[in-house]
T-cell receptor, first 115, second 113 residues
Framework: EAGVTQSPTHLIKTRGQQATLRCSPISGHTSVYWYQQALGLGLQFLLW???????NRGNFPPRFSGRQFPNYSSELNVNALELEDSALYLC??????????????FGEGSWLTVV | DQQVKQNSPSLSVQEGRISILNCDYT??????FLWYKKYPAEGPTFLISISSIKDKNEDGRFTVFLNKSAKHLSLHIVPSQPGDSAVYFC????????????FGQGTTLQVKP
């Protein structure tokens, strides 16, 4: 069974440009999450999509946005790129979420470098 | 405010011995805890989890212990193998907000042959 897949693996953008990262969840998973791991920092929660709706977002500015498509895949858009946006962006997925905990599986990540 | 803390940045153990990785948390609303293993430039790999209604969960060489009164959890790896060398993250989620994982800073485990 395929895991969470992300594309592109690496992306280099210029400051001020926009970046789009894509994610396909594990088959059967309807919830998709985005996390950021900047150099020297831990994993920070970015966004959570469930059945096409944004359920929660982390402490990131509005230029970080995304969406979830009817097939449950997702994309993350980062507008007006800044140098500090350079990071590993991780997508994750899980079975439909309830009130109690759920195992979340991560993809290999997309490296975004802003120059 | 660091809600999940892994106070040991690194740990070195001999192959075949036990590795114990620790994690403390401050948020009493956390009700689900997970451990992930991560190699450089790769995504985290899920290892084991535990619900707050349990105090122990075991899966092969990996056992997680939860002490709710102390707000402390630990991951035991027995026996440790060189392939276990990686960064280990503990993570937690709140009841009703299960998709938002709060991660610790990670502990780098080195298992020496």
């Amino acid at each position: 069974e395929a895991g969470v897949t992300q594309s592109p693996t690496h992306l280099i953008k210029t400051r001020g440009q926009q970046a789009t990262l894509r994610c396909s969840p594990i088959s059967g998973h309807t919830s998709v999450y985005w996390y950021q791991q900047a150099l020297g920092l831990g994993l920070q929660f970015l966004l959570w999509y469930d059945e096409g709706e944004e359920r929660n977002r982390g402490n990131f500015p509005p230029r970080f946005s995304g969406r979830q498509f009817p097939n449950y895949s997702s994309e993350l858009n980062v507008n007006a790129l800044e140098l500090e946006d350079s990071a590993l962006y991780l997508c994750a997925s899980s079975n439909p979420t309830g009130l109690t905990g759920n195992t979340i599986y991560f993809g290999e990540g997309s490296w975004l470098t802003v120059v | 405010d660091q809600q999940v803390k892994q106070n040991s940045p690194s740990l070195s153990v001999q192959e075949g011995r036990i590795s114990i990785l620790n994690c403390d948390y401050t948020n009493s609303m956390f009700d689900y805890f997970l451990w992930y293993k991560k190699y450089p430039a790769e995504g985290p790999t899920f290892l084991i989890s535990i619900s707050s209604i349990k105090d122990k969960n075991e899966d092969g060489r990996f056992t997680v212990f939860l002490n709710k009164s102390a707000k402390h959890l630990s991951l035991h790896i027995v026996p440790s193998q060189p392939g276990d060398s990686a960064v280990y993250f503990c993570a937690a989620s709140e009841y009703g907000n299960t998709g938002k994982l709060i991660f610790g800073q990670g502990t780098t485990l080195q298992v020496k042959p």
